[in-house]
């Protein structure tokens, strides 16, 4: 939530920090704003989108090489000019950009209006600038020293970057709980909260740790000091993504993009950890711990948003093949609810942009418990990426599309290995199944390539139902956390209630909601419980309710009752949640698209969301 960058070097800052933050801008856009240094300060910010700030700031004065910039997701105050970032401090020569909350804000502000300080606008970080423009003045701090002692102060989460039109060779950032990149080019520094806004200028990165402060200067110095005053060695990573995948690639939006992209995505997340004609699957992180996850007694998935919906699916799939019992907890319930952990259980963390705050912090608290903790995330050297006892990569490249797609089915290609290979060593599935499940496990690239063919005939549907106010997603095993993601990407771009049930609880509640006007989307590709499917389907033809149903190809019985069929080819029921959730996905896509909303970036929504 809400994007920093920031730059320092010998080019001029401003088109760097336009770019960057657009890249960054699926992490927040309620505001946006720059401050550039360039013998004074000269500060544009404006509500809205990056775009909006472009066309502000046509004709004014934008040079200078040292700048910071920011994306904002309202926290504390309206998304309005006066909240946007960067927060100046009262003697107007500090600067500051803020991704975080500060907990303690309203005491430090009040502490600080004591001392005479007044404040324009309602969020926290102004009151962190004061608290460094103060120590300064009062202990005669140099800028890196009053930030130092300012963020010893204060409790929450944050990631920072300062500037100080008097020391204007120089940035000074900072992180606890919120990501931070440094990006180190020749000559020039690049800050910014993932490597996306870095990437094009220099792969050489470090990323910050917790309560880490990192000070880089014009001529090429950078030095890393803990909030402690302990000076650290920076670790100096390479970065391996291209900047294609940046990129729309000839589609109308990400999401579309993201959502074909799946053919590839699922390949890569197998590649060279499944190979069906040898009978294998190796995840090195499951190898490396076996003995812990032999030995586990339960399983516990923990995630937010879509990640919790590919837990669930692991946890159809981890009972059902490996025999290992699970819970799927929402992070932030389980976090908040003194959970009981024990040594003997393998928590299991996804993630696809590893940063969710309430992911992070219920990591922490199963850590303190002693239970092995294991991450499954998308986003290379991420928060979560790195607090994990071990974990595995899904590997489906930048996702930037609000509305997650592909990190979905590559969460659920993972998890599919994970239990089978876990299913394998702990003997509770025959070998021909294993088999039979991982030659199937290889050849769903080329399916979910077959289900793609059905985008025209999904379009029209599309356009028959997108003026309805609700809709109704079903589905029974499998299937049925595929029905929840299916309703949430629905709400998520189109603004369209809408609710995933299992269908035979539909009865129990949501059958009253029907009548002609309620599009009912069943996932029906079940082989098991498939006659009760049927029944669940005529429970809602009996109703009037107008139903789409996705199917195995050649299928009749459903088909002869629905009013539109997609037809989607056939796997085994494990397997399943890979391929009909892309229908579901393409529905939404279209159905927003056709009411003209703003797909890749809806209202009120973050991809990262680094607060509770
Ligand atoms: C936000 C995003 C969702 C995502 C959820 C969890 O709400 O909009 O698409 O599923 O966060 O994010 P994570 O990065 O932890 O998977």
New binding site residues.
């Given amino acids: 939530m809400c994007g920093i960058v920031a730059y320092i070097g010998q080019r001029e800052a401003y088109p760097i920090l336009i770019k960057g933050l657009q890249r960054l801008e699926y992490r927040g856009y309620d505001s946006a704003g720059v401050a550039l240094l360039n013998g004074g300060m000269h500060i544009y910010k404006r509500q809205g989108k990056v775009s909006d700030l472009i066309a502000y700031t046509e004709g004014k004065d934008k040079t200078g090489q040292v700048g910071i910039g920011h994306t904002r997701w309202a926290t504390h105050g309206q998304p309005n000019h006066i909240n946007a970032h960067p927060h100046c401090s009262g003697n107007g020569h500090l600067n500051l950009v803020h991704n975080g909350i500060i907990e303690n804000y309203s005491l430090l502000k009040k502490a600080l209006e004591k001392l005479g300080h007044t404040f324009e606008s309602e969020t926290d970080t102004e009151v962190l600038v004061h608290l460094i423009e103060e120590l300064q003045s009062r202990d005669s701090l140099t800028l890196e020293e009053a930030v130092r002692v300012a963020l010893s102060r204060v409790i929450g989460a944050y990631a920072i970057v300062v500037i100080d039109e008097r020391e204007p060779g120089k940035l000074v950032a900072a992180r606890k709980g919120s990501p931070l990149v440094l990006g180190i080019g020749d000559d020039e520094f690049l800050v910014a909260s993932d490597a996306t806004p870095i990437i094009e200028h220099t792969k050489r990165v470090v990323y910050l740790n917790d309560e880490e402060i990192a000070v880089l200067s014009k001529d090429g110095y950078m030095q890393i000091k803990t909030i402690g005053n302990e000076v650290q060695t920076p670790y100096i990573q390479e970065l391996t993504l291209e900047i294609e995948r940046l990129e729309k690639g000839g589609y109308d939006h990400f999401m579309l993009k993201e959502i074909h992209e799946q053919t590839t995505t699922i390949a890569d997340c197998m590649r060279g950890r499944l190979n069906a004609t040898e009978g294998w699957i190796r995840l090195g992180g499951v190898e490396e711990f076996q003995n812990r996850f032999m030995k586990a007694e339960r399983m516990i998935i923990i ?5 919790w919906h590919a837990g669930l699916v692991a946890e159809y799939l981890f009972e059902d093949l490996a025999r290992i019992p699970v819970e799927v907890e929402y992070a932030s319930e389980f976090r908040y609810r003194n959970p009981i952990i024990r040594e003997s259980d393998v928590i299991i963390a ?7 705050a309430d ?1 992070l912090a219920a990591i922490e608290l199963a850590r303190e418990k002693g239970a092995l903790v294991y991450g499954v995330v998308n986003v290379v050297g991420s928060s979560i990426s790195r607090l994990t006892d071990a974990g595995s990569y899904i590997h489906a490249g930048p996702e930037i599309g ?3 797609t592909k ?1 979905f089915t590559g969460q659920v290609t993972l998890l599919t290995m994970m239990a089978l290979q876990l299913a394998h060593s702990r003997g509770t599935i025959s070998e021909s199944y294993y088999q039979r499940l991982l030659t199937e496990l290889e050849n769903i690239p080329h399916k979910v390539a077959r289900v793609l063919e059905c985008e025209p005939q999904i379009q029209y549907i599309a356009q028959e139902i997108q003026d309805s106010h609700n809709a109704l997603y079903l589905g029974r095993g499998f299937n049925f956390p595929v029905a929840l993601e299916g309703a949430l990407k629905l709400k ?1 771009i189109s603004y369209i209630h809408a609710e995933g049930y299992p269908a035979a609880e539909m009865k129990h509640g949501p059958i009253a909601l029907i009548d002609e006007n309620m599009p009912v989307i069943v996932t029906a590709t079940n082989r098991n419980a498939y006659d009760k499917i049927v029944s669940n389907i005529q429970e809602v033809k009996a109703r009037k309710g107008k139903v789409i149903a996705i199917v195995s190809e050649g299928e009749k019985a459903i088909s002869e009752m629905a009013d539109y069929t997609i037809e989607i080819p056939e796997t085994e029921d494990p397997l399943a949640p890979l391929l009909s959730v892309i229908p579901l996905q393409l529905l939404s896509y279209y159905i927003a698209v056709g009411r003209g909303c703003n797909v890749d970036q809806p209202r009120n ?5 680094t607060v509770e």
């Fill in positions: 995630g937010c948003g879509t990640s996804l993630s696809q942009s590893g940063e969710t992911t609000v509305a997650s990190a998520e929504l973050a991809k990262s969301v």
